[in-house]
């Protein structure tokens, strides 16, 4: 009897949290919904060709956001060709060669920390450095810097984490047959694992694309007209222009830019990611994984 009764309590529990696990997940997509509806609904008014290839106006009020675009595009790229190459190779040490001891766990328990640091103190680490230790100023290549130092954590617990999940009796075949371990983790580990390290710089990369406060300090300009020349010019950035034209711009007549510029970032990074997914499920058709 009491067998029973604890039974019906506990499938009622376990109802009760499947219930309110669901609830929470569609509270999230339904506010997410919302959020891009919101910008769809506001913004797409203002979308245009001439919003999206145009040079902006009156102090960038109005126009369009080609510069913005061209900006944001360069600092993605900056950032991950820095971002990717290190966070992977750092994970791979730290998966592969590293011996577990105080030192490697010390290692790590700063690189979660440092996942968990603001995104302005990254900024203003980025203009004591890059900007005036190293004397790059305000350009693309300070602020590609500071956002690949922003999204290593991401990129190397990810990585790292995909490295663990390959089967340790690969390795052991591998070497077994004479191969080197270096030929191990090329040929053998890193495939395996290269889907799972991509997810983690799909988002470590798209949240380089929308961030503010670091290139607020190292990199953006809120109105200039001209495409960089070079890493070491300065650029316009949708994150920050979008961060001028709601603080400083409140009124009314500047609405149809902050939304179209919105929901172009919103886009851009929805591109990124769904490219990145692509991309990893190449792989993962290729491998069979």
Do not use: K
Not at 218 to 231: N, R, W
């Amino acid at each position: 009897m009491n067998g029973g009764m604890r039974r019906g309590a506990r499938r009622a529990a376990e109802r009760i949290a499947i219930w309110g696990l669901r609830g929470l997940v569609y509270l999230l997509l339904g506010a997410a919904a919302y959020v891009l509806g919101d910008l769809i609904w506001h913004g797409a008014g203002a979308l245009s060709w001439e919003f999206l290839t145009a040079e902006p106006v009156d102090g960038g009020v109005r126009g369009g956001i080609f510069p913005a675009i061209v900006g944001t595009l360069w600092l993605v790229l900056g950032t991950a060709a820095v971002a990717l190459p290190v966070g992977m190779a750092a994970a791979v040490y730290l998966s592969e060669y590293a011996r577990e001891g105080r030192l490697t766990s010390w290692i790590r328990v700063a690189i979660v920390t440092l996942a968990g640091v603001p995104s302005v103190v990254f900024g203003l680490f980025g203009l004591g450095l890059f900007v005036i230790f190293f004397g790059f100023g305000a350009s693309v290549l300070a602020g590609s810097l500071t956002l690949a130092l922003l999204i290593l954590p991401v990129i190397i617990v990810a990585s790292e984490e995909a490295l663990r999940a390959v089967p340790q009796s690969l390795r052991e075949g591998s070497l077994a047959l004479g191969a080197t371990p270096w030929q191990t983790i090329w040929y053998n580990v890193l495939p395996c694992a290269l889907p799972g390290m991509l997810t983690g710089s799909i988002l470590g990369i798209a949240r380089a694309a929308g961030e503010t406060a670091p290139i607020l300090f190292t990199a953006a300009a809120f109105y200039l007209p001209e495409l960089p020349g070079s890493v070491f010019d300065q650029v316009m950035a949708l994150p920050y222009h979008l961060y001028i034209l709601a603080t400083q711009h409140p009124d009314p007549a500047a609405r149809p830019m902050q939304y179209g510029t919105a929901l172009v970032l919103v886009g851009l990074v929805l591109g990124l990611n769904a490219f990145a997914i692509l991309w990893r499920n190449r792989f993962r058709r290729r491998y069979r994984l």
